[in-house]
């Protein structure tokens, strides 16, 4: 008898243990994960950037006023004395020149001296224009003739007292250069009535047009 018993008491025993060993195997399955452990978190750093103040404009320095300076004013100076008055109180015994005896002294010009041959006046100042009285046909260039050409020249002539030429200026010419010696070697031995200025011949510069046309 004791050895059936021993052997159900061992098994029994057996039973019991791996009973345990699986009822601790479950336990262990079922537990719980444990939680992580986090850090602590880092204290939060807070920075603020104050904005920049805008430099201080230099305010511009007053200018110093400048006093404009008085000028003085110059007193106008007396108008000359007419010749022939009191100077410093002393007579000259001159008697004064007016508008009159200056053109008395123009007239006085235009007589038979010097001072009357040398004047030279213009076509339009004087009363009695000069005329041409003599006047030799110009000679026509041989190669404008052959070539048909024609034209004209304007010459400024200074006509003497006697109505001679006395000198002889190519003003414009069309063609030009074509004709200008033709021109001024005939206008040359012309004669004309002279100006009259006051009833006086006088010399004078005029205009004189020659034309070249073909017949």
Known sequence: MGGPL???????????AGSLL???????????????VRPPPLASTEMSVAPRK???KEEPKPKPKVTPKKVARKAPAPPAPMLGAALGGLDLGIPALGQADLGDAAQAMLGEGDAARDLV???????????????TPPRFPPRARAEGT???????????QHGEVLKVKVLSSSPPGVFDDAATEAVRQWRYQ?????????KVWAEQVVHFELS
Do not use: W
């Open 6 to 16: 021993a052997r159900h008491a061992a098994a029994l025993a057996a039973m019991v």
């Open 22 to 36: 699986v009822f601790g195997l479950v336990l262990m399955m079922n537990r719980p994960p444990e939680l992580a």
């Open 54 to 56: 805008p430099p201080k």
């Open 121 to 135: 006046m213009t076509e339009s100042s004087v009363d009695v224009a000069p005329k041409p009285l003599e006047r």
């Open 150 to 160: 024609t034209g004209r020249v304007t010459l400024s002539l200074l006509i003497g």
């Open 194 to 202: 002279p100006a009259l200025y006051r009833g006086r011949p006088v």
